[in-house]
């Protein structure tokens, strides 16, 4: 099987209206730079994004909120991005929002078959609305269930032809749990190496969660907020 396609354009072409798509990266940090260009190119509609954070305006995921291509966001932060604002506010996107490490862990539980969990996040707050609790040791826990995709995006340092995956640095931080975590999971990395050539101690993803992957090019890799003292 060929996991190596030519461009991000083609990898994301089967990428339909009212598909679920996460998108990896923390802030602008490991975020699939080319294949979220490529599918604002594709111009699909009615995308339901799952991603810690919707980037910022006019890059990220921001350039795909601009295009009116989500109709539903589910993360955990969504500070940094006026027009996200501006939309919730007049009613024309849906937002999910989820405590960060109960997003992290549901989108872990899809990718290792548990289909659901409890935590104690969230207990006693509006994240408790309509949720099963239990009791167990004397503390309340909240049922959350996992959290899977049709597609996912995701950026890592270096791809064998296989599709093993090794990260650099904050990159390693929702790409590894949402290759596991989708139908078809779409890698683009920024070298191609033969399968083999990677030091297997050093490989995260393993290739049989990789469908797809591309080399990237040409990244701005943005600073979200520069902080100077």
């Known amino acids: 099987m060929n996991k190596v396609f030519l461009s991000a354009d083609e990898a994301v072409t089967d990428i339909r209206d009212g598909a679920t798509v996460m998108l990896g990266g923390f802030g602008l940090c490991g975020i699939p730079e080319n294949l979220i260009a490529a599918l604002v190119r594709n111009g699909v509609r009615r995308l339901n994004t799952i991603s810690n954070n919707m980037g910022i305006d006019n890059f990220g995921m921001g350039l795909m909120l601009a295009a009116d ?62 949720k099963d609790t239990r009791e167990f040791g004397g503390r309340m826990y909240l049922l959350e269930h996992a959290l899977d995709a049709d597609f996912a995006l995701i950026k890592a340092w270096k791809g064998d032809t296989a599709g093993n995956l090794v990260y650099r640095k904050t990159a390693r931080n929702f790409n590894p749990i949402m290759a596991s975590a989708a139908t078809i999971t779409i ?22 969660y990789v469908d797809r992957l591309i080399q990237g090019q040409h990244y701005e890799k943005r600073i979200e907020r520069r902080v100077t003292r």
């Open 69 to 130: 291509m989500i109709a539903m966001h589910t993360g955990s932060y969504v500070g940094e991005n006026k027009l996200l604002e501006s939309r919730v506010l007049a009613g024309t996107l849906a937002v999910n929002l989820i405590p960060q490490g109960t997003l992290a862990e549901r989108i872990r539980a899809a990718g290792a078959g548990i289909p659901a969990f409890y935590t104690a996040t969230g207990v006693g707050t509006i994240v408790a609305e309509g």
């Open 187 to 208: 890698a683009e990395v920024e070298e191609i190496v033969e399968a083999g050539s990677l030091d297997p101690d050093s490989v995260v993803t393993p290739g049989i």
